[in-house]
């Protein structure tokens, strides 16, 4: 059985399709994040669904800075408007709060003291995403242990995963662009952050709490999200919350190899809307360059709508090079 298509039909027929994007203001919208909202979009639109804008704006060093309103404008500018929003996580602490709680019921969340120089000492193994995999150091604390450290520092607080035999700390799931996958939690990803020490909620946590209460039907995004899906779906199962479709897009690489990246300044909005001056003409370069549209004549967000398909993704999906 084509088990992506039959979640595809079975979501479709129960839940009309909510997309969204969810950028994080940290700079300037680069091509990698055009193509990603994108394609977020398209596939909303062609499917007659909704789109939702939400900044990522938890951290509080990315609330000042002019980034969420130079976002909304570029994307105003590309023509890839939304429905609802946007919403603003900062403006939504209190859910998140309740989300931990709840949590906190569910699983077992504890206090974590480690360094960042402790977590990231050279025997640790890491994880896909390069992050260490945390070794349990604080897990077992008592207490009065508890009590003490916290007078010294605040902690942050951690999930712990199911161990490797449960399992219910497997998660398999299909995206619709790389196909079945499967992550051990405890093996590949360890006990993990929902709350930073300096009492910042984790994207993780709160990215799982806005999908659900959004309404969100797909979460489209880029590549490199794709190892954070698995605790994502750990979380909505803790949580009671149902799962959207998966479906990462492919990240943009530059002619020599590299992933592009907000350090190529030329290739961020404000360098893309100098060089191709409409909408149109840089829309039809970045489908015609990424198998969206069949040549890079100017086209815009709307007559993109029609010749959007998932097969045409999965299709490129190793070798968008960009130059
Ligand atoms: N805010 C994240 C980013 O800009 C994306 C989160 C998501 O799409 O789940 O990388």
Redesign the pocket.
Known sequence: MDTSRATATHTAAERPVVG?????P?GRMHLG?IF?ALVAWLSARSAGGRVILRI?DLDPRTQSGPWADLLLSDLHWLGLDWDEGPYYQRDRIDRYQAALNALKEAATVYPCFCTRAELHAASAPHASDGTPIYAGTCRGLSPAEVAERSRRRPPAQRLAVPTADDPTGTIAFVDRVYGPQREVLARECGDFLVQRSDGVFA?QLA?VVD?AEMGVTE????H??LS?TAR?IHLQRLLGYRQPAYAHVPLLMAPDGRRLSKRDRDLDMEGLREQFGTPERLLGWLAGSTGLAPDRAPRSASELVGLFSWDTVRAHRDDLVIG
């Open positions: 969204r994007f969810a950028p994080t940290s994040n990603a990522e994207y990215v999908d979460v489209v995004r880029g490199d999200l954070s994502q």
